[in-house]
Every structure is written in structure tokens, then in C-alpha cells.
């Protein structure tokens, strides 16, 4: 059973009808262009190559495919970067007959050369403005360096912190991934296409990718029709309506279909149901992978499939390049669809200006002056410092850990990831060879030893690697905590674990980094523990050790300063945990809108005849959308504007927010949601609604939050959109697993 679809495309092909260039003079312009092109120039815009100066792929084709530039058999490249390269790869295409321009792609993930912190990160920061500011800069300093077009945002909900990509992200829940997925579509295509501040936009990887079994990459994916528009669909919908130009397939087979040649999610939900008129790119080789799916007998055929299917254009396989011509003239793909994929490409390249000027994003003084600017890295720092999430602060002589007492005389920063640099950048960090890693990241030690500028001493032990067993640095490690009055320990996973091709079935910390804490531990001096990481990791150990515990991801270019922030108390930390964190892999997968079942889940493992484990409790170590604050936040006087509520109108929840407090802090209200009773059972509670709010000490303020039909809405067993009479129940909180206000209301029809 299929959503019906709702646009005005042809249903059987989701080609748009080929009169519409009566409608409009960038249509004619794509029609007199389309009209003088062979059919080998037409494949030429649907394939894409790499350029040699990153590799995200195993490399099928030699690098820089001079002769397709000329002749017009390459239509867009990847992996180019700087206005130096785009330029020289662009006047080459300059050559061809018809002088049709190169597109440049590359995976700006979080930020180009200004990083900005994981993707992960900047959701625990629940601060929609300040993702979308993320995501401006990263567009404005891709753009100043040529590339027209970046593969972000990545927007694959998962609940496995095993798989990864989870890294890429926004955690486990539809609605945040949904809210931050519309946030970075806009940041990064600006005011409107063809700005030269402003890239175009994917929203990958389509889909369901974030649910491969056991976590493991590139592995499959078999879920209920229901759970795919439930769960993992939503920030698709939320990409493509805040107008993601392109889309790009995922490498999975989703229910014994590859994505990239899965006509139901291309033609039937994409092109068809939400009327997308963007283009489809597969990801790197996924076309001809699907030979090793065995669902292609051979490149042939899947070159078949995919066009078929919807997708636009080949990456790196070149399948389409070596099988399109045979194809059409058998019948076997339809020259109208490749005219439909051709025009949707070359319609990119017209917004962009390109033909006006195929070089106006290859400005070497625009890259000179935006790259790296100061107010980029003052937003990668605010960012940074937004994205900390404080999981522990306990009190020593009567007062809390952090932040840190100024007072101190001597502080020992001790691990193998303070002076780390090129770490903090994390997963999919851009990599330009020309860039001193050690000069333009600021590491945990620099970010703290210039806040102390000298005030307090600070004395400095690796103590260990990040992985191996090698155990001679922790004596001297625990010699420089003695010596001090408080100890700061910076741990976790290097940047390689996490990211592409990075699952890992165990997932605390690395080599005999728990060795280390436990040692610091026995020092008996206050132990503040930093984890950098860019997935939840199982920290029950050092939490153990630690006096205070910040997760600090990858925090990009700035970690070192938006660390000593939080420390320093320059900034209060109110970042929230966008995913569940397991208290052991047995765990895996622990969400917190998990359905009641018919014997609920207990606190206990002592509860007879009850869900869960018997050697494990069923919550999360720590709960979806749990962080602390230095300072305290009181929830009042929850008011419901009316009782019950008619599917046409809109239902107020109103509350009272105080900062009870010694100082001035963000807090994250989060508004949940419960279907007591439905047609399919409903998830225990749902998030669908956050504000984070800033309170000066003392003060209070009301908040708002509307309750729609859309808050409402799930997909039945038949796959419609339904909201279904009955009572709701209202959660109003700090996190999933810290309710505060709780009201019900009825829906009436
Ligand atoms: C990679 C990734 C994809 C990326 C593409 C191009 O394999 O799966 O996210 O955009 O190839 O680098």
C-alpha cells in the first residue's frame, strides 16, 4: 500500500511534461539547449567523476577525466577544491562543443575550512538559529572556494551509536532530525540559488540508511513500510520542502531493493508523491554496486535500473557513460528519461548563472578574504561551546566542580587528546593541504592554557595513546596530578573511529584509557573528564571516576576555546544528548519513544515478569535530550488554552520557565507528546517541541508551544497520514527522562 501521489508529474515516469517550456523563459532556455544535444553529450551531464585531491570512495575511474571534460562526457565533478582547481577543471569544459558547465561538489559536512563541530554536536545544541548559521558559513567559504554544490546534510536518523556515520547526523528522533535537517538546507542555499555565498544542497543518504542491521556499514536494511515513513522519512520530507536542491541515493538495499535503484523511494515518494523536481545523484558507485547486491546482473543492467528508477546521475561509476547509449537505442531506458534527468541538471547550472559565467564561484580574491575569516571562527566557537554537554558536576569542599575555581594554583591537563589538533576536527573535516592542522585548530591545551593566561599553572601528561595497551605514561601521568589541585583528563575515540566505513562493535574508550582515569582517580583530586568522541560512547567507568563529565564530541577549528568556555564558566554549558546513550552494546538499539509494549519496561531489573533485561536496567546511562546547566531552571504553571481540540485548530501549552539559579543560563524545554491509544500502537512519548531559552538569575519568562494536527499526525496501518480522536498526554521537561509539567487534552475528530 502506497501514499498516493501529489504531484503534477506523470505518475509513470515523474518526468515533468515536456510544454513547460512555453511556461517560463529558463525552461526555453533548458529546451533550445536540450534540442542541440546528442545523446552522448546527454549522458555526459549524468555522469560525475572525482577530481584527485580528496578520496572519498575506492577510485574506479583515473583521476580528473581530462578527454570527458573536453568533449563534454563529464557533467559535474567531486573532490575539487579551491578557485585555483575549479577554474582549470572548468575551462577545460570550456572546450566542448556546447560549452555546458562543470558543476564542482564536495562533502562540506560541517564547515570548509573554518570547521565547525560534528553534525552530532550541533544537535545536542538544540539551537536552530545557530545550526543554520553553521551551515551560511560553510556555504559562504565553500562557495569562495569554487565548489557550487556540497553532499549535506546527511540526515539519517539512527539509534545505533555502533554504526559510524551516526556522526553525520542529528541522533534518533524524527522530529529534531526533521527540524535541523530544514535548518541546514537553509543555511547552506542562502537567500536564493545562483548567490555566490551559497552552495547547493543534499539531502542524503535517501534512505533508510541509518537502520543497517547490527549498526554495521554499508550493511542492509529491512524495516516495516510504516517504520520508514514514521521514522526515518520525515527529515527527507523536511529537506525537500525547505527546498534541498539535490538528493542522493544510499548505499543499503532497503527490503532486498538498493536504494539507488528503489523506484519506490525515487519515482513513487520522491519525484512522485512530494513532487521533487531536483536532481538525484547516486552515491559514490552505488549504480554499479548493485551488481554486488546481485540485484544487476552487470553494470548493464544497473544502469538500466537506476535511470529507471530515478536516478540522475551516475558517481564514479560510469555505468551510464559505458551503457546509456545501448540502452536507449534497445528501448530499455527511454530517451524521454534521460531528457527529464539531462533537464534537471542543466535547470542547477542555469540557476547557478553558470552560463552567464562558468567562473563567477572561482574568485581567488573572494577565497582569499572569506576563508577562515575571524567572524567565522568567533560562529564555530559560539557554536562549539552550544554543542558541550555537561552529564555530571559534583561538589567538592561544598561547592560544584565546575566551573573551575579561579582560585586554583595548579590544574594537571592530562590524556592523548589534549594537545591533539587535527582530531578535533572529526569525521569529514575538509582537508586542505596547505592548512597547518597544528596552527589552525586550537587544541584542549592551547583553548585553556591562553584562558589562564598564566593565573594558574598548568601542568601537562599524555599519560596514553588513544588506543593500544602501552601503560608507561600513566605513572607519570598520576606524578603531575599529584601535584596539582584539580585534575582535567581529555579522552575518547581519535577522529578515525567514528565517520564513513567506522562502525565498531564495542564502543567505550579505546586502548587503556579507563586504566588511566582509574588512576588519576586514586589521587583522590577533584577529576573533571572531557570525552571527545563522535558517537555515544559506553562511558559507565569514567563516569565513575569522574567528579564532572563534559561529552565533548569533535568540536572543529574552535574546541580548544569553546572548551575552556564551558570550563571557565565563560560559558554554561545547556547542550542536550540528541541520542540515548546505552549502558552496554547488549543495549543497542535504546531510544527513549519506544512503544509501551503489553508488559512495560521497569526501572528494575528485579520486577518479575516485566519487559527488558535481566542483567541490565532498560533505560539509557543517559536519556535522549539529557544535559545540565551551572545553573538550576524551575518549570510552573502549565495552562492548556482548552481542554479538547478539533484536528482544524490549534491547542496553546503555556508554562512559567525561572532561573532559580546563581547564574545566567540556556535551558532546552522540551515539549513531548503521547497517543494513549491508537490503530497501531503509539510510541510512550514523542518530542514536538523545544525552545532553548536564555534566563538571566532570577528571572522568568512564559513559554509557548502549539499543538497542531501535524504534532498530532502518525501513519496507520494503511500508510495515511491520520490523527485519530482520543486523549493526549503533555510532558513538558529538561529531558526525556525529566518531566516536570505533565496536562492531557482530548482530540475531538
Ligand atoms: C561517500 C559517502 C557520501 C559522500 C560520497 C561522496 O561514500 O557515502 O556520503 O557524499 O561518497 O564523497
Not at 562557495?143 to 553525520?168: L, N, S
Request: net charge negative; with cysteine.
Amino acid at each position: 500500500m502506497k501514499p498516493a501521489a501529489e504531484s503534477n508529474s506523470d505518475p509513470a515516469t515523474n518526468t515533468l511534461p515536456d510544454d513547460a517550456a512555453g511556461s517560463s523563459p529558463l525552461l526555453a532556455r533548458i529546451e533550445a539547449l536540450l534540442s542541440q544535444m546528442t545523446l552522448e553529450e546527454k549522458i555526459g551531464q549524468l555522469t560525475q567523476v572525482s577530481g584527485n585531491q580528496a578520496q572519498t570512495g575506492p577510485l574506479s575511474l583515473a583521476s580528473a577525466d581530462r578527454d570527458g571534460l573536453r568533449s563534454g562526457r563529464v557533467g559535474s565533478m567531486l573532490n575539487v577544491l579551491g578557485a585555483h582547481y575549479t577554474r582549470a577543471h572548468q575551462e577545460e569544459a570550456m572546450q566542448s562543443r556546447l560549452k555546458i558547465p562543470l558543476l564542482f561538489a564536495h562533502d562540506v559536512i560541517h564547515g570548509y575550512l573554518t570547521t565547525f563541530p560534528v553534525p552530532l554536536a550541533e544537535a545536542a545544541s538544540f539551537d536552530l538559529q545557530a545550526i543554520e548559521k553553521s551551515a551560511r558559513v560553510a556555504a559562504t567559504e565553500a562557495a569562495a572556494a569554487g565548489i557550487h554544490w556540497t553532499f549535506a546534510p546527511m540526515v539519517d536518523v539512527t539509534r545505533d551509536p555502533r554504526w559510524g556515520r551516526v556522526t553525520e547526523g542529528a541522533g534518533e528522533d524524527p522530529y529534531l532530525a526533521a527540524q535541523i535537517a530544514a535548518a541546514r538546507v537553509k543555511g547552506l542555499q542562502g537567500r536564493q540559488r545562483g548567490d555566490t555565498d551559497a552552495v547547493l544542497a543534499t539531502a542524503k543518504h535517501f534512505a533508510g540508511y541509518g537502520a543497517t542491521v547490527g549498526g554495521r556499514e554499508y550493511d542492509s536494511v529491512d524495516m516495516s513500510l510504516r517504520q520508514l515513513w514514521e521514522t526515518h522519512l520525515p527529515p527527507f520530507k523536511a529537506a525537500r520542502d525547505a527546498g534541498a536542491a539535490t538528493f542522493m541515493n544510499a548505499f543499503n538495499d532497503l527490503n532486498g531493493v538498493p536504494a539507488t535503484g528503489n523506484r519506490y523511494l525515487l519515482r513513487d515518494i520522491l519525484k512522485g508523491a512530494w513532487g521533487f523536481e531536483g536532481v538525484v545523484v547516486s552515491d559514490w558507485a552505488s549504480i554499479g554496486e548493485m551488481v554486488s547486491h546481485g540485484h544487476a546482473a552487470d553494470t548493464r543492467q544497473a544502469a538500466e535500473l537506476a535511470l529507471n528508477a530515478g536516478t540522475d546521475i551516475d558517481m564514479e561509476s560510469s555505468a551510464y557513460r559505458k551503457h546509456l547509449p545501448a540502452l536507449v537505442a534497445e528501448g530499455r531506458v527511454s530517451l524521454a528519461l534521460v531528457d527529464d534527468a539531462v533537464r534537471r541538471v542543466l535547470r542547477l547550472k542555469f540557476e547557478l548563472g553558470l552560463f552567464e559565467d562558468p567562473y563567477r564561484f572561482s574568485d581567488p580574491a573572494r577565497e582569499k578574504a572569506l576563508l577562515g575569516h575571524a567572524s567565522h571562527r568567533h560562529a564555530a566557537r559560539e557554536m562549539a561551546a552550544r554543542s558541550i554537554v555537561l552529564l555530571k558536576n559534583g561538589t567538592r569542599a561544598g561547592r560544584p566542580v565546575l566551573p573551575l575555581d579561579p582560585a586554583l594554583k595548579t590544574i594537571a591537563y592530562i590524556g592523548p587528546l589534549v594537545k591533539a589538533h587535527k582530531d578535533h576536527h572529526g569525521a569529514w573535516a575538509v582537508t586542505l593541504p596547505e592548512v597547518d592542522c597544528e596552527k589552525f585548530i586550537v587544541s584542549p591545551w592551547d583553548g585553556l592554557r591562553q584562558r589562564l593566561n598564566g593565573h594558574t599553572q598548568l601542568l601537562y601528561a599524555q599519560g596514553c595513546d588513544v588506543e593500544g595497551s602501552r601503560r608507561d605514561g600513566i605513572a607519570e601521568a598520576v606524578a603531575a596530578a599529584s601535584a596539582a589541585n584539580l585534575v582535567i583528563a581529555c579522552v575518547g575515540e581519535s577522529a578515525a573511529m567514528s565517520g564513513e566505513a567506522r562502525s565498531r562493535s564495542r564502543i567505550g574508550l579505546p586502548g587503556v584509557q579507563d586504566d588511566l582515569l582509574q588512576a588519576l582517580q586514586t589521587t583522590g583530586k577533584p577529576l573533571v573528564v572531557l570525552v571527545n568522541a563522535g558517537r555515544p560512547l559506553i562511558i559507565n567507568s569514567v563516569a565513575a571516576c569522574a567528579d564532572a563529565l563534559l561529552y565533548t564530541w569533535w568540536l572543529g577549528s574552535e574546541a580548544g576555546h569553546a572548551m575552556a568556555d564551558v570550563l571557565s564558566g565563560d560559558h554554561n554549558p545547556a547542550a542536550r544528548l540528541p541520542m540515548s546513550f546505552p549502558r552496554h552494546e547488549g543495549q543497542i538499539p535504546v531510544y527513549y519513544n519506544h512503544f509501551s509494549t503489553g508488559r512495560p519496561r521497569q526501572a528494575s531489573v528485579e520486577v518479575p515478569w516485566a519487559g527488558g533485561y535481566i542483567d541490565v536496567e532498560t533505560t539509557p546511562a543517559y536519556a535522549f535530550g539529557h544535559g545540565l546547566s551551572y545553573t538550576q531552571f524551575a518549570y510552573a504553571d502549565l495552562q492548556l488554552d482548552r481542554p479538547r481540540m478539533h484536528a482544524d485548530e490549534s491547542l496553546t501549552v503555556t508554562l512559567q520557565l525561572t532561573n532559580t539559579g546563581p547564574v545566567a543560563g540556556d535551558e532546552v524545554v522540551q515539549l513531548y507528546l503521547r497517543d494513549r491509544v491508537g490503530s497501531v500502537v503509539r510510541p510512550v512519548m514523542e518530542l514536538k517541541g523545544f525552545q532553548r531559552v536564555h534566563l538571566q538569575p532570577g528571572e522568568s519568562r512564559e513559554l509557548r508551544f502549539a499543538i497542531t494536527r501535524e504534532s498530532l499526525a502518525f501513519y496507520n496501518d494503511s500508510l495515511q497520514c491520520v490523527a485519530e480522536p482520543g486523549w493526549f498526554d503533555v510532558m513538558v521537561g529538561a529531558s526525556s527522562a525529566d518531566i516536570r509539567l505533565r496536562g492531557s487534552f482530548e482530540l475531538m475528530d
